[in-house]
């Protein structure tokens, strides 16, 4: 039963919603933020959350994972998007495992896999070259030299790229900008010669940077699947990211809706609550329609990535398109039903509306997934 | 439940999707196996006539199966079957285009109100002929004065000792001319708060003093009656559930309604064009791609939504069965009748003037059908309550918002 949480999921789920709840508050988020955290994240923290066995939830038992699939990522992956609990979950457990765990040699994932599921290690995926996502218009080079190859190029948006031990770096060894076919990926130390990180500060308060490849040079065995051949490893392990982030959506929408909920049945205005005018009942109510519907594509793409990888990218696009809308949905008419106090930086809404702008960007917003589900409709 | 266990029901439900579609393969005819159309359709009752010989062996064979209701008890009628094998029949007569042998709202929804409201003679009386086929119902809520605000209603029963007395109208009455019984909600208590007031009746339409008359709509069709009942006597024993309390009976039926209406579509009697299909035969592509962007993105939106609703409605069926509940089902009719609204506009689009034939030369019948489902589009989103009030229920029941 793929669209209903089995008992060890629900389990899964109030652990994490409680652990959440209690270690990593909102409030955690704006501490981090006004003091200016070097790392972005609590790594105290992430050790608790890797503990947990959060880092290696989609690892197989022989790597020290957990092996609780993608339906079990997802209610962890939501219950930190009610919380906007900033750690390297995203970036390193899902997306850099994935790339190895799909793509690595056995000794990569010997070696990696085991230590992102201890939380030791953390990678981060330094893909995009534009302000929008275009996952196969890459510039950054690789040159085959003697010893292994030369990269050279700029990264920007590399989300946990200035606090990663591991970069993930996606570069051409052929073809042309805009080709799928060319690309290669290549780990990267985070302190190897040549490299240039920038953390830069976004709306969300989280983690990315600009990244700058100058004469980066790395072996043979820095190579992740087969030269060339990256966009087959690459574009599952986007695919996965999406689904997700678009879990953490989930639990973005949710909570920021259940406070305004919460908000219309204890405010008084016109000597009535406000939640008792029909204008904003039928907001709300709609939005409700909007959740139950995000709910089943949701849960439907989490499944998909264990049990019909084929119809992935399809499910993929379906959730983040429909998430994106979602989030932009209930965030903006959160913060209006607020009224006043929703713009106020004391009122935790504003978080939820700035890290759902921020997420709606990562590997592809609205238009972009649009566009693909149509092509992969054949229209 | 082990996982022995659940690999074995797993292992019964292949099975029995195997026998069922052999069973169906030995015995729905080859004629029954195409697009079914308005006129085509049975609904059975006292005066019916099958539309063919082969609609008649096919209606008779589902029958003597237990397969009309596939659901319900064997003591009634029914197949006594498991909601998922019931899943199962309704998946593999789609898969080979099987038509519905008998369509009715006693089935879809006076039937399973009766199972839970109704006393033992009523079940005894009416399920059995409602699989049959025999008696085709009418549904009596609506009134001129009373539409969304259902609980208004006045037509009244009066209680004359062993029968009631019933003097009114009701309106929007689907087929009620071509109907042999009627299910009313009638006021029995005029003094009552507005819904402690109201009893559920059964009503049987050759009892004197009833007339009906046919309204016409815009889809051209006109299915639905006004109902009057001057002085009509209705036995006692025709009130379901307690007097002065039909209205959870009303309430629970409602439900059975909504969801109906929330799968329309699925089981249209017209030809249904797909609008990824549509757009291959009327748009212009470049590159692959549909050359009008905006239509593109309009189609885009509307598969997203349909697949959305699609997976939606499998969840509430998971979580029926694995007795999760959820706010899911409550939200499927305003879902499923907008995304239907939505759908016949952008056919209309899509097709441009082909799309707006009423009838006759120049248009084929799968054209001619679209602007027929477009005009009848709009009706969805009023009938079983209106997308309005769709979200009043939501906004009441679902999110608990205070009432004004
Ligand atoms: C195809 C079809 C088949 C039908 N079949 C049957 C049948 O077999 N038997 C039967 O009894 N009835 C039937 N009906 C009637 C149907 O249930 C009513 O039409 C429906 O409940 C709406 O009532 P109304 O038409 O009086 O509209 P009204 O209630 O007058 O509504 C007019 C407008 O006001 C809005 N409105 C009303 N109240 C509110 C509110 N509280 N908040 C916000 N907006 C509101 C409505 O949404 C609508 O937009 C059928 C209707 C159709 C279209």
């Known amino acids: ?379 | 439940m082990t996982a022995a266990d659940r690999s074995s029901t797993v292992q019964d439900l292949e099975q029995f999707r195997l026998d069922v579609r052999q069973w169906l393969e030995d015995n729905c005819p080859e004629s029954q196996r195409q697009p079914i159309t308005p006129e085509e359709q049975y609904f059975g009752g006292r005066n019916a006539t099958f539309p063919s010989e082969d609609a008649r062996i096919w209606f008779e064979r589902f029958r003597d199966k237990g397969w009309v209701c596939p659901e319900w008890p064997t003591e009634y009628g029914g197949g006594g079957l498991s909601p998922q094998q019931g899943k199962v029949i309704k998946e593999e007569m789609k898969a080979i285009r099987a038509r519905t042998p008998l369509y009715g709202i006693g089935i879809w929804m006076l039937g399973p109100a009766l199972l839970e409201f109704g006393n033992e003679a009523q079940k005894q009386q009416h399920i059995r002929d409602i699989i049959d086929g025999k008696v085709r119902w009418a549904q009596g809520y609506s009134e001129p004065g009373s539409g969304s605000d259902l609980a208004s209603l006045q037509c009244k029963a009066e209680d004359m000792g062993d029968h009631f007395l019933v003097n009114g109208s009701k309106i929007w009455t689907t087929a009620a001319d071509k109907c042999d019984w009627i299910f009313c909600l009638v006021r029995t208590d005029p003094d009552a708060k507005k819904q402690e007031g109201i009893s559920f009746l059964l009503i049987d339409m050759d009892d004197p003093g009833i007339t009906t008359t046919p309204i016409e709509l815009i889809s051209g069709e006109s299915e639905f009656c006004q109902t009057f009942f001057d002085n009509v006597r209705v036995p006692k024993e025709n009130l379901v559930g307690e007097l002065n309390a039909g209205w959870s009976v009303a309430k629970a039926l409602l439900v059975h309604e909504r969801k109906l209406m929330s799968e329309i579509g699925s089981d249209s009697p017209r030809e249904v064009v797909v609008p990824n299909q549509a757009a291959r035969q009327y748009l212009e592509f470049e590159d692959g791609k549909i050359a009008d962007a905006e239509l593109r993105s309009r189609l885009v939106d509307y598969d997203m939504e349909m697949h959305a609703v699609g997976l939606t409605h499998f969840r509430t069926f998971e979580e029926k069965v694995a007795g999760v509940r959820s706010a899911a089902p409550l939200v499927m009719k305003y879902v499923g009748t907008e995304a239907e609204k939505q759908k016949s506009e952008l056919l209309l689009a899509i097709m441009g003037s082909q799309g707006l034939g009423w009838e006759g030369e120049g248009f084929n019948r799968a054209e001619i059908d679209t602007l027929r489902l477009w005009a009848m589009s709009y009706a969805m989103t009023i009938a079983g309550g209106t997308s309005e009030v769709q979200l009043n229920v939501i906004a009441k029941n679902v999110l608990e918002l205070p009432q004004g």
């Open chain 1, 1 to 379: 039963m793929a669209l209903v949480l089995n008992e060890e999921q629900q389990f899964l789920q109030d652990t994490a919603r409680e652990f959440l709840k209690t270690n990593a508050p909102v409030e955690a988020l704006r501490t981090l933020r006004d003091e200016r955290n070097k790392t972005g994240y609590d790594s105290a923290l992430w050790q608790q959350m890797a503990e947990l066995g959060w880092a290696s939830i989609i690892l197989p038992e022989e790597y020290g994972g957990l092996d609780f699939g993608f339906l079990g990522l997802g209610v962890v992956m939501e219950e930190a998007g009610r919380t906007l609990t900033a750690s390297p979950l995203f970036a390193s457990a899902v997306v850099g495992a994935s790339a190895i765990l799909l793509g690595g040699t056995p000794s990569q994932k010997e070696t990696l896999l085991p230590a992102i599921a201890a939380g030791e290690t953390t990678l981060a995926l330094a893909l995009e070259e534009h302000n929008r996502h275009k996952p196969h218009s890459i510039a950054t080079t690789a040159e085959t030299t003697d010893d292994g190859y030369v990269l050279n190029g700029r990264k920007t948006f590399v989300l946990d790229g200035h606090s990663a031990n591991q970069i993930l770096v996606v570069a051409r060894s052929a073809g042309d900008t805009g080709d799928s076919a060319g690309l290669s990926l290549f780990l990267v130390s985070g302190d190897a010669p040549g490299i240039q990180r920038q953390r830069t500060l976004m709306a969300d308060s989280r983690n990315a940077a600009n990244i700058t490849l100058d004469n980066v040079a790395v072996g043979p065995e820095a190579l992740v699947g087969e030269a060339g051949q990256g966009w087959s490893v690459l574009e599952p392990v986007l695919d996965r990211g999406r689904v997700a982030m678009a879990a953490e959506m989930m639990g973005i929408a949710l909570e920021c809706f259940e406070r305004t909920v919460a908000y219309l049945k204890e405010r008084e205005q016109f000597g009535a609550l406000i939640g008792s005018f029909q204008a904003l009942q039928h907001r709300a109510a709609f939005m409700q329609t909007q959740l139950e519907l995000a709910r089943s594509v949701v849960l439907q793409a989490l499944s998909a990535v264990d049990e019909t990888p084929e119809q992935l990218p399809l499910l993929a696009s379906l959730a983040k398109a429909r998430l994106n809308d979602l989030a932009q949905l209930v965030t903006n008419e959160a913060v209006q039903m607020h009224g006043g106090i929703g713009v106020t930086d004391e009122m935790e809404i504003g978080f939820f509306l700035k890290r759902a702008r921020v997420a709606m960007q990562v590997f592809g917003d609205t238009s972009f997934h649009k566009d693909r589900y149509a092509t992969l409709c054949g229209y």
